[in-house]
């Protein structure tokens, strides 16, 4: 009994994965979107905010590929499920395969944007192929996994003979192997559609970022001054990277302005660019955290673009929309008060990277990247602050959202163990569009309450929108301390010490580390 409960179990696991892997080969043949990762985005989009904050904070940028799997093995399980029950319930794995069909294309149609070219049918056209032919695996399988069927008679026909055990087998190889090859083959085709790698390889530009940034202070263990493209933070609400074709990209400026605008990417080219060291940060990111970055943008002046619409009296809201449907939203005044606001097209000296919004961005500084920095960038809406919400906004955080002043400790990491005699300390703070005046440290014995702030040193400051490093040296001796960081703004105010959580606008607090001096 329990190995052909194991085999009915197995049977529904296989036929649920060679319906996943030919849906996912419909996709990559037709352009649609694979079934798994639309239901994901669906989950995305429809989880509350403290859900979406649960999980960054757990996983951070694991976040996309955990909640993949998440899906992928929950469907499998329900294959399993239906495989079990089919013996004893013939019709239950039909519905179960209808029940996917239907979910799975719901959710292709419910994530395929606006804006693209795939009809509904076609959207759907994998998920209903991929099901179809699951369910005939299934059938197939559970024919070929009776093993304990007695021996055929003369009056059993030829035709009601089970295969037994090693047709079985080779029905289960099969069906794995169908749902591998399609999967990969899958996952081929839609990465083939747009060579996003290739493209970029053929933009070059003469920028500062070529160049090593000099005053950077250099340590072991000390973020560097410029965040290497490939370390950048990476938070969005995507699970599969747009690839976006050159050839047909197009932003349009829309809604309150007097000239509405369809600009190409040669068209943006074309336009005087602007190179500026900005500071990025999530909102998610908790004290100490890594979810910032510090890199050289380079792209057309944001107010510039504005002007050539000609934006209308009344228009509170600047709306980005990414070719995915994602949107962040940000005051208008924001666009004109001096900041270098841009619609980004190169990060440190090259093309932008496909996960940072090839082939174009918003990148705005002193506000947190939920507000502002869309990526994959489609369209610039021009609103009222009252008539539209942002993506994240019903989800429970706020609305406007500059970035907070935030320093952190680097070297030496929580929890080590050093020598005694001089000891490095050194981090990173920043201040949204306000710049880091100075930076202060303090080192106290475990257990004490007060002890001396020390100026530390800054580096070079790039820009007033940037981040920069800070060292300490310390003359350590034989204890248990607490090492705490505070860094002032360029406006001269003091970073508060009062701690938040990141929701609803961000997280507050000074960084501590506990450190161990032993000889």
């Known amino acids: 009994m329990r190995t052909r409960t194991f085999q009915n179990g197995l049977s529904g696991m296989l036929a649920v994965a060679v319906a996943l892997g030919l849906a996912e080969l419909v996709a990559g043949l037709t352009g649609a979107i694979a079934p798994v990762i639309a239901v994901g985005d669906l989950l995305i989009d429809y989880a509350p905010g403290w859900a979406a904050h649960l999980v960054i904070d757990t996983l951070g940028t694991r976040d996309k590929p955990a909640l993949i799997l998440a899906v992928t093995l929950s469907t499998l399980a329900a294959g399993v499920a239906m495989g079990v029950i089919e013996r004893s319930r013939p019709r239950a794995g039909q519905a179960g395969f209808i029940a996917l069909a239907a979910v799975g294309a719901i959710a292709t149609v419910m994530d395929t944007p606006v804006s693209s070219d795939q009809t509904p049918v076609l959207a759907a056209l994998g998920p209903i192929i991929g099901a179809a032919a699951g369910w005939q695996t299934m059938r197939l399988l559970h024919r070929a996994g009776t093993l304990d069927e007695p021996p055929p008679t003369d009056a059993q026909p030829m035709t009601q003979r089970t295969p037994g055990r090693r047709a079985f087998i080779g029905l289960a190889a099969a069906a794995a192997g169908v749902s591998a090859t399609s999967l990969v083959a899958g996952r081929r085709l839609a990465g083939e559609a747009v060579d996003v790698e290739a493209q970029r390889e053929s933009l070059t530009f003469e920028t500062a970022a070529r160049t090593t940034p000099t005053g950077a202070l250099d340590l072991g263990g000390l973020s560097p001054l410029i965040t290497p493209n490939d370390d950048f933070y990476r938070i969005d609400t995507t699970l599969i990277t747009p690839r976006v074709d050159l050839k047909t990209w197009r932003l349009r400026i829309t809604g309150m302005v007097e000239r509405p605008l369809t600009i190409s990417f040669d068209d943006l080219l074309a336009m005087p660019s602007n190179e500026e060291v900005i500071t990025l940060s999530c909102v998610s990111n908790e004290v100490g955290g890594d979810l910032v970055g510090n890199a050289r943008w380079l792209g057309v002046s944001l107010a510039e673009l504005l002007k050539q619409a000609s934006v209308k009296s009344g228009a509170t809201q600047i709306v980005g929309r990414s070719v995915d449907g994602f949107t962040a939203g940000f005051p208008t005044e924001v666009a004109f008060d001096g900041r270098p606001a841009m619609v980004a097209y190169g990060m440190n000296g090259e093309a932008l990277p496909g996960p940072h919004g090839f082939p174009a961005r ?129 406006r001269g105010d003091v970073q508060t010490s009062k701690a938040q959580r990141p929701d609803p606008d961000g997280a507050t607090g000074w960084h501590r580390v506990n450190i161990r001096v032993r000889a």
Do not use: M
């Not at 602050?385 to 070297?411: C, L």
């Open 362 to 490: 918003l990148v705005v500084p002193g506000l947190y990247g939920y507000v502002s920095a869309t990526k994959w960038l489609a369209e610039i809406e021009l609103t009222t602050w009252e008539a539209f919400d942002a993506y994240w906004i019903p989800r429970g955080w706020a609305k406007r959202a500059p970035i907070k002043t935030q320093s952190r400790i680097d070297v030496p990491r929580k929890g080590r163990t050093v020598k005694p005699g001089r000891v490095p300390i050194a981090g990173v703070a920043w201040a949204g569009d306000r710049g880091v005046g100075t930076l202060e440290v303090r080192v106290r014995h475990d257990g004490e309450a007060d002890a001396p702030w020390q100026t530390a040193r800054l580096s070079e400051s790039l820009s007033t929108n940037a981040w920069r490093q800070w060292i300490v040296e310390w003359e350590a001796e034989p204890g248990d301390y607490i090492i705490e960081v505070r860094a002032t703004d360029g």
